[in-house]
């Protein structure tokens, strides 16, 4: 029931009548199953740090849509036009979710979230951390701005497009997560629950994961010719 309420999205009245239950028994029910969910496949920041040691991981924002809580003024993102929560995603050059952060509100730039969550530490920990450009400024290789009034030079133009083409996984792992529809639609529970909700998404994800075997390619990157 826990599942299906994560990967449908469905309502708890539909839930009871699935499982010939009252939709009160099915919202208690879900709540401690998510809860032990998000306790037992939490991933650590350190943990996380110790597991891209020497490896590339890729990181990027996702937005999470929410409605519009009127006790809240920080949930718009101006980006997406959008009310939501801002999580930031961590993923290996396969696409596969290494981590997620909490969320955090919309409005937040993403190196804001970054800086704020602690995982500015994986730069340092991991043999290279690439980002967009909304993380310049961070020990991450990001794509080179375009320099007021004058034009891009070919080193850059190559040096951002080798970037958009290995971060190509990344939305992938975001594509992975937001399979659970409670992420890819609008996100109808408590935001005090949110945190909670998203790292047993993630957990689950990661699970599937490692046990389904992924078919493991670098035909994308042995495209590239990107000498430093």
Same mark, same amino acid.
């Given at each position: 029931?826990?599942?299906? +309420?994560?990967?449908?999205?469905?309502?708890?009245?539909?839930?009871?009548?699935?499982?010939?239950?009252?939709?009160?028994?099915?919202?208690?029910?879900? =709540?401690?199953?998510?809860?032990?969910?998000?306790?037992?496949?939490?991933?650590?920041?350190?943990?996380?740090?110790?597991?891209?040691?020497?490896?590339?991981?890729?990181?990027?924002?996702?937005?999470?849509?929410?409605?519009?809580?009127?006790?809240?003024?920080? $949930?718009?993102?101006?980006?997406?036009?959008?009310?939501?929560?801002?999580?930031?995603?961590?993923?290996?050059?396969?696409? +596969?979710?290494?981590?997620?952060?909490?969320?955090?509100?919309?409005?937040?730039?993403?190196?804001?979230? $970054?800086?704020?969550?602690?995982?500015?530490?994986?730069?340092?920990?991991?043999?290279?951390?690439?980002?967009?450009?909304?993380?310049?400024?961070?020990?991450?290789?990001?794509?080179?701005?375009? =320099?007021?009034?004058?034009? +891009?030079?070919?080193?850059?133009?190559?040096?951002?497009?080798?970037?958009?083409?290995?971060?190509?996984?990344?939305?992938?792992?975001?594509?992975? $997560?937001?399979?659970?529809?409670?992420?890819?639609?609008?996100?109808?529970?408590?935001?005090?629950?949110?945190?909670?909700?998203?790292?047993?998404?993630?957990?689950?994800?990661? $699970?599937?994961? =490692?046990?389904?075997?992924? =078919?493991?390619?670098?035909?994308? &990157?042995?495209? &590239?010719?990107?000498?430093?």
């Amino acid at each position: 029931m826990t599942l299906m +309420r994560l990967r449908r999205n469905v309502t708890f009245a539909e839930l009871g009548e699935d499982f010939a239950l009252a939709a009160s028994t099915a919202w208690g029910y879900f =709540q401690e199953i998510a809860t032990m969910l998000g306790e037992l496949l939490a991933v650590d920041v350190d943990d996380l740090a110790e597991s891209v040691k020497g490896k590339v991981c890729l990181v990027d924002g996702t937005l999470v849509t929410v409605f519009n809580w009127r006790h809240r003024n920080d $949930l718009f993102s101006g980006k997406h036009r959008q009310y939501g929560m801002n999580v930031q995603v961590v993923a290996d050059l396969h696409g +596969r979710v290494l981590g997620v952060s909490r969320g955090f509100p919309g409005s937040w730039h993403d190196m804001h979230c $970054l800086t704020d969550t602690g995982l500015t530490t994986l730069a340092g920990a991991a043999g290279t951390a690439i980002g967009d450009s909304g993380y310049q400024g961070s020990d991450m290789t990001t794509p080179n701005k375009k =320099q007021p009034g004058q034009d +891009r030079t070919e080193s850059d133009l190559k040096h951002n497009t080798a970037i958009a083409v290995i971060r190509v996984a990344v939305e992938w792992a975001n594509a992975h $997560l937001k399979n659970r529809r409670i992420l890819a639609t609008r996100y109808r529970d408590s935001l005090t629950r949110f945190d909670r909700t998203i790292s047993a998404i993630a957990g689950l994800t990661m $699970l599937n994961e =490692q046990h389904s075997e992924p =078919q493991l390619t670098f035909k994308i &990157l042995n495209k &590239l010719r990107v000498s430093e």
